[in-house]
């Protein structure tokens, strides 16, 4: 029978975690009937566990960087030769571990590499600094082994093209399968006591850029008085360092509310009561909230980066702003606010290239596909 291996021993929580679950959730169908069998490589069978897929549990992988390194360059290439005939190896955590197989790919998850951290950011989180320089380190390892790399938006594509100098068709563009629920019906009442509500939903991480939304907050209530809006935030101060400083910081601020975490009930409950969606983040792998919100069809302000442009596509009133400057961000709320609406504007849908997916099945027919096919070999690595 033919073989199939994903290794994902660093997936445990959040985006990544869902990734996992909706590749194993597939292949648990679709692999039986097509003569596949599968071996997943996982931190924990808990955390992914569906029918006709074999598990190899490593908990020790994520103990520190040197376990991981070790696990990824050794360990799994003992796993594959103890497994015999691999038709394809997909690793979905971003390094290409070492290990005999026909087919390699590796599921870029990771936007760090292209992060402009500060100085800052090591006050707060050394460790988002220090991860955005190592992956890029990582990434670079056995890259050539893949016959595809795999990232959710073309510009990633582009960027990791040049970074590593790899041809752009070696990358597949495969958006994320998201969920998409309707939107809720508006609770923006119509008469003149509605208080105009932004919202930026994001957990407290330093680059989310969280003080740029509070400092435009903060400059907006000078200029427009208390109680004229509110600046909703999904953090309550308290989280990490980083939130305590934001809420020591700018907590006087009547304008600013400290909501705290939502459930994702409580979260659609508040995009359908919110007037316009404000997203900062210096640097995203695709940026769910504004996918969202964009079906309420409100005003979008958004970080003039590429991720947003990507993420933001097919929305019809969207402005970008320069996510270093706290009053470009605050001339752009003040004219939404006012209701002017000059500055936003349809964001057009970009044609996919390819190699591209937009499900599992069309990934997997490319990564299986004859021309992915290479000797069985540890070292083998595909040209450029």
């Not at 005939?85 to 955590?93: G, M």
């Not at 907590?251 to 009561?273: C, H, I, P």
């Not at 404000?278 to 005003?299: K, N």
């Not at 000059?342 to 190699?355: D, E, I």
Request: with cysteine.
């Amino acid at each position: 029978m033919k073989q199939i291996v994903i290794s994902a021993v660093n997936l445990r929580k959040g985006g990544t975690l869902t990734i996992l679950r909706q590749c194993l959730a597939f292949l648990s169908e679709w692999a039986p009937a097509h003569g596949y069998r599968v071996t997943a490589l996982v931190h924990k069978q808990e955390l992914a566990d569906y029918p006709n897929i074999q598990y190899i549990e490593l908990p020790w992988a994520i103990d520190g960087w040197g376990k991981r390194l070790w696990c990824e360059y050794v360990t799994m290439g003992k796993i594959s030769r103890e497994l015999g005939s691999i038709d394809l190896w997909l690793s979905l955590h971003d390094t290409t571990p070492r290990v005999q197989a026909h087919r390699q790919a590796v599921y870029c998850q990771t936007s760090f590499p292209f992060l402009r951290w500060r100085l800052r950011d090591f006050r707060f989180d050394k460790k988002i600094p220090l991860f955005a320089m190592f992956t890029r380190f990582a990434y670079q390892i056995g890259i050539r082994r893949n016959r595809y790399l795999i990232v959710q938006q073309q510009w990633l594509r582009e960027g990791f093209s040049k970074m590593f100098g790899l041809s752009e068709d070696r990358f597949i563009v495969a958006p994320p399968q998201r969920e998409q629920l309707p939107p809720k019906e508006s609770t923006i009442p119509s008469d003149s006591h509605h208080q105009f509500t932004f919202l930026f939903a994001a957990t407290a991480d330093a680059h989310k850029n969280f003080e740029l939304l509070t400092e435009a907050t903060r400059i907006l209530e000078e200029r427009v008085g208390v109680g004229a809006f509110r600046t909703v935030l999904t953090i309550d101060g308290t989280e990490n360092k980083y939130a305590q400083w934001l809420h020591s910081t700018w907590g006087n601020v009547s304008s600013l509310d400290f909501a705290g975490f939502m459930s994702r009930d409580k979260l659609q409950d508040t995009y359908a009561s919110t007037d316009c969606l404000v997203f900062p983040s210096r640097i995203e792998t695709w940026g769910l909230p504004i996918s969202e919100f964009l079906p309420y069809d409100r005003p979008m302000l958004l970080s003039d980066l590429p991720f947003a442009h990507e993420t933001a596509a097919g929305a019809s009133a969207v402005g970008f702003f320069d996510p270093s400057s706290a009053v470009a961000l605050a001339d752009a709320m003040e004219r939404v606010l006012r209701g002017d609406h000059t500055q936003l504007q349809p964001v057009p849908q970009r044609p996919s290239q390819a190699p591209s997916a937009r499900s599992w099945a069309e990934l997997f027919e490319l990564l299986l596909s004859n021309d992915g096919a290479t000797q069985p070999n540890s070292f083998t690595q595909p040209t450029p």
